[in-house]
Every structure is written in C-alpha cells, then in structure tokens.
C-alpha cells in the first residue's frame, strides 16, 4: 500500500478525482463487479454507508437494518445526521436480516403518518460474523424491488466474505440484487480509504455533490485510487482476508476446545464471538484488545485481521486458558 | 371553544404570544403544573413533541421510547427530521417503559462511536390505553436523572390519564419527576393548538427560537391561549375526558361479551384494543372509523371521544355482534 | 371568518383533510388559479414558503431571493433547518429580484464544489411593498425554466398585489410562469391558516409527506379549509385587501406632507416606508406598533390592514405631524 | 510526508487516536498555539470548517463572512447541510471583514424571527490573497466577544500568512483572539489530513461526537498525526509556505509588467489575481491550471505552491506574454 501511495506522489496531477489513478481504479472495480459498477471514493467507512443511504431517500423514507447493524450502533448516529431519516431495526440472533423479519415494516406506503419505507441495508459479513449465501441476499433484493425498494450492502470487510463464500465478489453483490455496496479496504490493509460502489445504471447523478457535502471529497483522491488499484487488481485483498478468515478458524479451534468457553456464533469470516467469565475481561484486555459485545451476558468478538500470526493465536489462547484454569 | 375564539377575536392585539390572553392562559398553566411551569404555545402534537426533544438534544445525542410510541410509528419521521436524533425502540406489551426494558441502552457514554442517551420519552396514557401510575414515572425519572437524562412525557391525551388515575395533574408530571410535557388539547375537544410545557426552572432559554424555526410559531397566538384558557379554568377537560374514559369502559363491557372477541389490553383511558376477525374489519370501517393496529394479528384500536354517546357505543357493538353471528 | 369556523364545528369528520370542506376549498383555489392548480394546507406562513422550497430542493441545491426576503430575514433561518440549502441574496433597492441581480449566481452547474442553484424565490407584493408586473414575474420564470430551475413566489399578502394590479391571481401567477406559491390568508382577515398552491401538474407527489414532517398537518384541517372557501369564494379577500390598500395610500398623502419624513419606496401595496429622525421612535411606538426596517438609516415601515380605519391614519398622521414639530 | 508516514505504518496500535503518534502530534500544537491548544484531526478542509462552526452553533444561529469565503462559495454548501445555520456574508472588495461591514448583521439579538448570529469566520490567508494584521484580527475578536460570538479562522493556508507576516502562528490567532482555528496541511505538502484547534480551555467537550457523526473520525488516525508532527515540528511549513510565497512575488514582477494585464489584489500570500482578456483564458488553461476567478470580469488567480519552480514562473509568464502580443 505504502508502494501505492509512494508511485502516485509524483509529478502534479488535477485535484479531486480527474487524474489517471482513480481512471485506472474505476476500471478495476468494473472487472470485479460488472460493467455498470460505478465506484466513488471516499475517506471513511461511516461516509461510505451513509452516502450510500443518502443517495435514495428523502428526509420522509426509512431504512430497514438489524438492530447489530453499524450503521445503527456504531457510527454515533450519523445516517439521522445525514439522511435524516429513521431506522428501523429488526432483533435478529446471527445478525442477519430475513424476509419474515423485515415483513413487519412493509405496510403504510402512501400514508403520509409513516415514515415511507425505502432501503434495506444488510452487512456482509455481519457484525455477528456470519455470511449471507447468494440465495439469502437475492431473496432480500427480491423483498426490496417488489416494494420498490433499495437493496445496501455494507460491505466494509466483503473480502472476508468472498473468501469464505469462494466466489467471486459479482456473485453475491450484483448478481445477487444488491444495488449499491460500501466496500471498504481499510479493514482489510490499505492505510485509508473507502467507495461507494453503485451496481446498476442511473443511481449515481447526485453522488458527486452528497460526497463534497458530506465532506467525504479527497482532494489528493489519487492516494486512496493508488491504493484500491493495488489492493483489488493484485490479489492482495484476497491474500490478506484468506489469512484472517484462517487464523479466525484457528482462533476458533484453539478457544472453543477451553473449558468453560463458548463460542456463539458460526466462524464464517473473521470474527469469533464468545461468552467468557466477566471477571476475566480486564485482564484480557490488559494484553489484548477486543471489545466486550454485550454487557449482560459477557459475549465478547475477537477479530483477526491480515497481520494477525498463528503465534498470536497460540498466545491468546493460552493466555485465556491458563486464566480460565485460576491462573 | 367557539366562544373562547370569539372572545379572542376582538380589538388588536399584539402578535406572537405578547397578549392578554396568553398571559392568562400562562398563569392557569402554573395553577395546574406548579410555579415553576413554562408553557408555550405550539399547532400540532407532532410540533409539540419534536420541540420538547429538540430543546434538550444535539444531534449526536439518543430518545429512547416504547417501540409504540407515536413519536416512533406516526410523526413520520419528524423526531428524526428536526432534532437528527436516534430513537432507540423498547418493546413492550402494555405501551410502558420500564426500567428494565430501558438498560440495555444505558452504556457507551462518554464513547464516540455510539449516539449518546440524553432523554427516556413516555406517553400518558400510551398508545396501547395503558396508564402509568405516579410510582412508575418516577421510577423512570430517577433512571433518568442518575444519567444525565430528561423524562419527557407525550400527553397528547393527558387529561384521560389524569381523570383515569383520578389525582390532579402535578401529582403524575411534576411531582413524579417529569421534566418537559407535550400537553395537547386537540383530542378532548380544541378546536386546535397544542403546547410544551416545561416543569423545571431554566430549561427554556432556547425554546422560542427552535418553535420559530419549526414553524410552530401562531401569529394570532390568542385564539389558542383562549383555548387553553377555557379548557383548563373552567374543568371543560374533565368533563370531556371523563366521558370519553366513561364511554370505552362502556364499549369495553359491550364487545368483550361478543363472543369471538378478545380484548388485549387493559381499558384505563379512553382507547379499546381487540382482536377480531380480518375478513370484517371492511364491513366495519364503512361504517365507524378505527385503525388497524396490527395487520399480523389483525388487532383493532378503537377509541371514545368527549362527544361519543352511549348510543354511538350501543350501536358499534350490535352491529359487531351481529356482524360476528354471520349477519 | 368565525361564521366559517362555527359551520365547519358540527357533526364528525374525517381528520387530516378527508372532509368536504377541504374538498370545496381545493376547487375554489383551482377556480382562481387554474385547474391544474394543487393547493394543501398548512399552518403558518413560514410553513408555507419552507414547504414549497423543500418540495424542489436536495441540500445540495441553493435558492436564490432578494436581501431583504422574508425567508432570509424574519423566520429564523427555518429555510436552512427544514431544507439544509442555501440561500443566495441579491442586492435590490426596492424589494424587486432582477434578471441582471441573479445572473451572478447561474453559474457552476455541474461543479460539486458549488451549490447548485435550483429555486429563485420572489415576494409579491415585495417586503417593500412594491408589486412585480406580469412581465417582471415572466421574466424571472423563464430565466428560472431556461435554467432548470423553479420559480417560487411568497403570497402572504398575495391579495394586496391583486388589488394593487387590478388582475385575477391567475394572471400574475399561473400565467406568468410561477410554479409554486405560498398564499396566505392571515394577514388579510383569517385566524389562521395558510396554504402551499402547486400551479403545473406533476409537482406534488412529495407534499403530504414533507407537511407531516414538517409539523404542518392539522388534524381537524376543516377549520382552515373552511375558512379559505368564505375568504376566497366571497370576495372578503378582495374587500379587504382593497381597504388595506386604500389606506395606505391615505397613510401616504397624510405623512409624505409632513416636513420632515421621507418616504423611501413607492406605495403600491399596504405597507409605507419613510424615513424618520431615531429620537421620534420611542414616543410613536408607545402608541403605534410598527417595525424599525433599518436601524443604521431609521427607515420604518408602517403597515396598513383589513380593518384600519381613516380615523386610525388620522390619528397616526396627526400624532407624528405634531411629534415633527417639536409637540 | 511519505517517511512520516511509514514510520507509523509498522506495529500495531490502537485506532482512532489514541496512539502515540497522536499524542506527539498533540503536544507540537501546543508548542506553537499555546498551551490550551487542543487538536482534533480530521480528513477534509471542509470538515475541519465545518465541525468549528458546529461546535459553537444550534441550528438558530448564524455565521457571518464575507462573501468570497470558502464556506459560502466552495463547499456545496456543506455549512448549511451539518449546521443547517444561515450563512450571513459580507461584501468586501479584498477578501477582508471589517468591524463597519459586519455591523449590519448584529441585531435582533433575543428576537425569535431572526437567526441569532453566534460565529464571525474569517480565512487567513483570505480567498483574496490578502493577509490580515494581528490588530485587524483582534479587532474582529473584540466585536465577537462583546456580542457574545466566537471568531473562527479558515487557515486551510495558514503557513503562507504566517511567512507573509512573519511571526510566530501564535501571535495572529491564540493572543489575537481568535477562539477556533482550521489548520490545515494538504495545501503546503502533506498527503492529506487537515486539524481543528480549540485555542481556549473549555470549547471542545462535544467536538469528538461531532467529528464522529461528521464522519471525519480516521480510524488509522496515526498516518494524519504523523505527518502533522512532521510539518509542524521540522520547519516544513515554513520551507514550504516560503516558497510558494517567494514564487507568487516572482509571478506578480513577470505578469503585472505584461502590457494588457491588470493585478487586481495585493500579493501577500501564494496568490495572483490578475484581470486577463477572456480570449485567452481556454488557450492558457490548455498548458496551466486556474480557475476564472470572477466570470463576469474574467478575473482569474493563480496558485503558486510548495513545489512551484522559477522554471514554472518564467514559462508560465513567458506564454502569457506572447499570447498577449497575439502569438
């Protein structure tokens, strides 16, 4: 990534997207996601799914997610600061949406008392880890065109789920239904940088003035073009995300095998979720880092990541045992 | 009301709330809620609530209320729209929060990533016909309180709780720990016009701007404040609310003997919840007006009124009877 | 006005503007306007004129209006809140917007650094109390057209231009090209209630939802509708606003005389502006209301209504005339 | 910028700031704006505007600057879109407010139809190229300060007004009065990454949650920090801004001595305003880029930068002059 960024700090190119490096990196994006993939950068993850949201909705519209979504826990509220519109959260025990799930919000279109339902926005993978099929996602997309619906896929760490699908990206985002995707590569090694990736044609004629009001307008953007153009055209997303799926299954063999461990949810990407002791936690975290998940029940994710090494693995699983057995 | 409005409707007078009978009408407010009562005047019920958040939030900042709430399912997103906020849903089978339901909200202060809790929002009676009783508020307020938070209360249809509960109006806002209230008047009889009340000293610094800008601000004040003159000096609300409440427990006697009908929430105001059979909810409807509360289940909503008679209530429910019988 | 409310207060209605009442007054306003004219209601004048930007605009977008517009000097900067776009103002001696005063702003198009212009907004008659011509008002349509832009006109006085032109609404209006116009009522006779007129068919899809977010929808809107059927259907509005502007012109003679004041723009509707020396202010505002327009310059701006009376210029004439000399 | 950056490109760290890369970052801020200084890093030239201007602001108020400013001509309207706030801007013939200009906006202070002002933003340099004194600056504190505002300096190019001036970045913003300061880094050699300075105790107690919702919240906040530390505490600003300075004075001696050309403002920073013949504008833009300044005069400027040679000058100068002689 450094390399990247290192080629394109050369020379003066035109500010604001018009050079050859974002030219290069859109036609990358067409490769993986089809002809009519329209890819647009931007600098966080929060502004990738936000402006996504933003592109189909009026202030009126709602959007449906699940009640693990970021966009409804993690991002301090900013799709209401932005779109303004309200989400609706479905309880959901893997994190992923379903069309029975979603069935209750369908009603009221046309009544002006109802905030008028317009996008469903899953994640893949989901924050609970796990991964939608091909199969599942078309039957949402399904849901949403038939209700003349938008279908949001974040996807801040989608090589994740690719590898762990084995497919290609195109199979389970545009051949699938989704219409426009948040894809991310900051989770995954890039040192900065995320798009927004629109799937069919005409979606995208506002796109450029939300971005620069959202704040979200690079003004060096060949540093983030540089960077997705090495990470998508070089297999380095697929590199990295196989290593983390990987070491997340090791992680998973290592600490479900601890007595008194249980691990919550299926190992599909890289996350591993688990109830633990509560009062093991600070002194797990005094070496490790993690985030403790729910408060109630002790449920705690562990994630991996592409520089995560088997001996770190070994490490916290030795660690957590020899703490689990009083040490 | 008529009258008060005639009343109104002589001389000139000042724009904007500077007048007499807004003066007037302040004063009767303090009789009612304590000396320390802000009331202002604003038109619609959405306004009312909107402003109340408004005046204690910032756009990073979270409502929690009962996934019932009208701020939540029918203001259109207007909550959303104003103030930018989350509103996190609790549910609940009765329409009342609980300081249990609440909890699980109650964390992330002080952490970037996640919006922040700053009010807990209840409507008295709630939407389901419930009604809190003193005891429950203030637990809620206290919960409130201890975290930096605001207890606000909808009482769009304040006077049916209070007949209900048969305790004056301070004992259940002020007194209980509520710090802002949308008292409305629309539903027991005004012609129009709602209002904020504030409970506490020095919370409404900012409020007459935020109703300016929400467009809540009456050129011709007065011929609310007269209103609400009428309405509150002269017992006209009790009256009213009385019979309303009178007429559901009337209704609520009638149709639960219906066999095949199953009332599903306790009749404490002026609202009847039941369950009756989808295919004669058409039949119904084209002769009295009511909601459908749930499609899923097909539970109705069907509420009384300061002008609803015995009559009116005689023949809803021979009509469902004989609909029920196969008429 | 009151006989309207008190025939509009009889019998059960359907809430929410499903009653005759507002079906009658929706043909009254086609009946002036055109039958392709679309008119709801709503509850203030800042309402009306918010609504009908936000009907066109995304934030991106900017609306362009005279320095001194109503929507950029005296509501509180709710266009900006609702509508989250910016107002650009053009310098204009007599309340008039230009051909030539806009062009500065039509440029731009396309670029995402800038807002993009989409509204140009126009008050007739003018806070100054000067009314455009027909072919002022054509002018500034089709430069909005040629640009794609929209042409919306602020009619809270809307009857005093008519009255001041000696043309139908329709004329000035329709005709001429505006698109959509807030028209009011309550500063020429009604308690309350004001109204958004989309005048080309094919604008309103949008409306219902924006009033109910916008805390515009009255729940027993008969109370409005009524009155607009009485104020519009009975020439009251003509009678008025002839008196109003009548008087104006009395107001005019009698202080133009008076050595000393300088009236500043010309009187073509109900409102006078004059120069006056600052000390003087106190003593007339003791027994006179009325606005200090410029404080730097003490210009002032008297406004005549439905129910001055002669008695009242004389008073007012007198009273200055003898504080000039000295008295 | 680049070995700044991968230095902090090894290791593991925590995200979103809380490195040490960021806390030696912080405490270089400190060394030049004071000890109460605090940094908050962000993404964009915009958010850093934008996030001050919120920090200090409810949706009420409104911001006052001049015309030309950034804020009000070349963020898309961002301001309005986060702060929803009315922009109030004021007509100056060099890029500079003065007390006189600013006056006319403040009143109506505590009146609820008018926008309550609460921020003065001035841009050092101004958009003009013109550099305000420490004494003009406090002079603008002052009047902010007693009309309760806050004054906000844009210094997107703050290097180059603190060469022009030569003084230390303290003496024309923390003693001058200044209370919030954008700094930024891209427009004088860094990669990206821009700050907002609080520059008195007490101001930034909301500003995380802000940056999060504004989405300018970098996760890998070290590769911003880094570089900052790098810029500030090794002379790069200043090396760099010298130039660009330097290379501006040397394109003002070889465009103003060419027959034809008018230089329209001082050159006191790294820009030339020059009044050209709009013949020659496309023909110039084929080789070099600008930007048409003011269409209507064809007034254009042109940028000198950190790596801007006297190579460039003279080439640039040179088929300006032979274009001019109609070559």
Redesign the interface.
């Known amino acids: 990534m ?1 390399d990247a ?2 080629a394109a ?1 050369s020379g ?1 190119v ?1 500010a ?1 997207g018009e050079d050859e490096y974002t030219h290069r990196a859109e036609r990358v994006f067409k490769d993986h996601f089809g002809s009519n993939a329209e890819v647009f950068f931007v ?5 990738a799914n ?1 402006l996504s949201l933003a592109s189909f909705t ?5 959007v449906i997610c699940a009640e693990t979504a970021h966009i ?7 799709p ?3 779109t ?4 609706l ?1 479905v309880c959901t025990p893997d994190g992923k949406l379903t069309v029975d799930g979603i069935k ?1 919000y369908l ?1 009221g279109f046309g009544v ?5 339902p317009r996008v469903i926005s899953i994640s893949q993978p989901t924050e609970m880890g796990t991964v939608y099929t091909p199969a599942e996602i078309s039957s949402l997309a399904d849901l949403a065109h038939q209700n003349n619906m938008i279908l949001h896929m974040d996807g801040a760490r989608l090589a994740n789920a690719a590898v762990s699908l084995d497919i290609p990206f195109k199979s389970f985002t545009t051949d699938a239904g989704v219409d426009v995707l948040s894809f991310g590569g ?2 995954n090694g890039m ?2 940088g995320e798009s927004v990736v629109f799937l069919r044609p005409g979606m995208s004629a ?1 796109f ?13 953007m060949r ?1 983030i073009s540089a960077q997705f153009e090495a990470y998508l055209s070089k297999d380095v997303w697929r590199t990295n995300a196989m290593h983390a799926n990987k070491m997340a299954q090791l992680l998973y063999e290592k600490t479900s095998s601890v007595p008194g461990i249980k691990i919550t949810q299926k190992v599909q990407a890289n996350a591993v979720f688990a109830i633990i002791p509560a009062n093991l936690v600070e002194a797990l975290q005094e070496k490790y ?1 993690f985030y403790v998940w729910d ?2 029940t002790c449920e705690v994710r562990w994630m991996t990541s592409f ?1 995560t090494t088997p001996a770190d693995i070994d490490g916290f699983s030795s660690f957590l045992a020899s703490k689990m057995a009083g040490g």
Chains 1, 2, 3, 4 share one sequence.
């Open positions: 450094l960024i290192a700090n003066h035109v604001y600098l966080t993850g929060t502004g936000v009026r202030s009126f519209n709602s409804q826990v993690d991002e301090c509220g900013a209401e600061k932005f303004q519109c309200k989400l959260t209750k009603h002006e008392h109802h905030a008028q900051t989770k040192l900065f506002e450029k003035f939300l971005r620069k009001q959202g704040m979200q307008l690079a003004s060096k540093y880092f408060e109630a520089d």
